[in-house]
């Protein structure tokens, strides 16, 4: 897909720095955006490029396909739905460092 951006550029997941749910959570303003109308914040973003892990890119649209609310109260009620959507989705990729920590050492 033609991005309208550099998936990794500035715009973008800054130079792989910032991955899925952080790059989605950048283009909200904790303080002026809510409550926030999904439509409108897809509308506006579903073109941009959201950098899962080192190897994927999809449409934040692609994403928002599986949130089903239609608004979001605060910041945190923004996250809970769209982290569950990503889950649900196959669009999250990392689980927590105890995935990755030997837990009997």
Do not use: C
Request: aromatic share 12%; no cysteine; net charge negative.
């Amino acid at each position: 897909m033609d991005w309208p951006h550099d998936p990794d550029g500035e715009d973008g997941s800054e130079g792989r720095r910032k991955y899925g749910h952080a790059v989605i959570a950048k283009k909200v303003n904790e303080e002026e955006d809510f409550p926030l109308d999904r439509d409108e914040f897809v509308a506006e973003y579903s073109d941009d490029p959201i950098r899962l892990d080192d190897e994927r890119v999809v449409s934040l649209g692609e994403i928002f396909e599986g949130v089903e609310q239609s608004e979001f109260e605060d910041f945190v009620d923004f996250h809970t739905a769209v982290g569950e959507a990503m889950r649900e989705n196959g669009y999250w990729s990392y689980e927590g460092a105890d995935q990755f920590v030997d837990s009997e050492a």
